[in-house]
């Protein structure tokens, strides 16, 4: 079993529409919890983090933690064509694992 | 903001033959990791060092060496280069050992290396 799994997608929703990201972690001893996006051939930056149960808004980013779940979504809302990307969830409990990456479509 | 220098971004090797890949950060941060990204797999850690001169294996040490001699540079050696080396190589840092778990990891730019 993976330790940070998600879906590799592809995802494809149609601009302006909400997506949704999700993923799912083994070690529930697990603290703080990243998302990252990367554009092809690009390296990963950091567009959002959560410590805590619950959600938390960015602008159109909308991260949601359920520990007793070991759970933690990304949505983003008003999607456009710029957000077409990898998204990787990262979760740390002293070190620092990555799923493999979903990947997004926004279609215009 | 925080600057994370990867000295080349795409490299072309022999079998065989040693290759260095630099990393350099601006921002003092004590923590440097070096990562490989490959379809499906996703970032598998290689090694990473939390101050000069200390290094710890990851995941995935095997055939690889670090060196950091100064606090901003952290360097990857692939002691002799295999085909199955090839990869994107990704160069990280965060602040503090301490706290370095709930803190994110600012990444270069990456090396695209391909061993022939």
């Known amino acids: 079993q993976k330790e940070v799994e998600q879906n590799s997608g592809p995802l494809s929703v149609p601009e302006g529409a909400i997506a949704s990201l999700n993923c799912t972690y083994s070690?529930?001893?697990?603290?703080?919890f990243f998302w990252y996006r990367q554009y092809s051939g690009k390296s990963p930056e950091l567009i959002m983090f959560?410590?805590?149960?619950g959600d938390k808004e960015d602008g159109r980013f909308t991260a949601q933690l359920n520990k007793a779940s070991q759970y933690v979504s990304l949505l983003i809302r008003d999607s456009q064509p710029s957000d077409s990307a990898t998204y990787l969830c990262?979760?740390?409990?002293?070190?620092?694992?990555f799923g493999a990456g979903t990947r997004l479509t926004v279609k215009p | 903001d925080v600057k994370v220098t990867q000295s080349s971004r795409y490299l072309v090797k022999r079998t065989g033959e040693k290759v260095f890949l630099e990393c350099v950060q601006d921002?003092?941060?004590?923590?440097m990791f070096w990562y490989r990204q490959d379809p499906g797999l996703g970032l598998r850690l290689i090694y990473f060092?939390?101050?000069?001169?200390?290094?710890e294996k990851g995941d995935i040490p095997e055939g690889y060496s670090v060196s950091r001699e100064k606090k901003e540079r952290f360097s990857l050696i692939l002691e002799s280069a295999s085909t199955n080396q090839t990869s994107m190589y990704l160069c990280?840092?965060?602040?503090?050992?301490?706290?370095?778990?709930?803190?994110?990891?600012?990444f270069g730019d990456g090396t695209r290396l391909s061993i022939l």
């Open positions: 921002m003092d941060h004590e923590n």
């Open positions: 060092s939390y101050d000069v001169k200390m290094k």
């Open positions: 070690d529930r001893g697990s603290q703080s």
């Open positions: 990262a979760v740390s409990n002293n070190d620092m694992r």
């Open positions: 959560i410590y805590s149960n």
């Open positions: 990280a840092s965060t602040i503090n050992w301490e706290f370095h778990s709930n803190q994110p990891q600012h």
